[in-house]
């Protein structure tokens, strides 16, 4: 089993800082693609950034210039450094990995997992 466990979530004032961490364990043999995500009231999903295991990254545009995703393949971990917070950012933020599990008799086996979440919320 893969458990992807978020952290730092919490209540800040418009324009300041957060870093979320997401740290995946359990029976992996490696971890692909890790992303985050997010899912406001009402809304669904959204993507926010994504990395690759050798670290190119990927923004969506309302995050751009303000978030930063990185990682840490040594303890399985992503990060995200959210700066220049706004309350439109306020939302339950998860976070998303492609992991590759080793399977008896068949080896390497690649599945999708998610994190519980963690609650960011933005004050105006």
């Known amino acids: 089993q893969v458990q992807l466990v978020e952290s730092g979530g919490g209540l800040v004032q418009a324009g300041g800082s957060l870093r979320l961490s997401c740290r995946a364990s359990?029976?992996?043999?490696?971890?692909?693609?890790m992303r985050w995500y997010r899912q406001a009231v009402g809304n669904g999903r959204e993507l926010v950034a994504t990395?690759?295991?050798?670290?190119?990254?990927h923004y969506e545009d309302y995050v751009k210039g303000r978030f930063r995703i990185s990682r840490d393949n040594a303890v399985n971990t992503v990060y995200l450094q959210m700066n220049s917070l706004k309350p439109e950012d306020t939302a339950v933020y998860y976070c998303?990995?492609?992991?590759?599990?080793?399977?008896?008799?068949?080896?390497?086996?690649?599945?999708?997992?998610w994190g519980q979440g963690t609650q960011v919320t933005i004050s105006s």
């Open positions: 998303n990995a492609d992991v590759f599990t080793m399977v008896a008799g068949f080896g390497p086996q690649e599945q999708d997992y």
């Open positions: 990395i690759t295991r050798g670290g190119t990254t």
């Open positions: 359990g029976n992996i043999f490696s971890v692909k693609d």
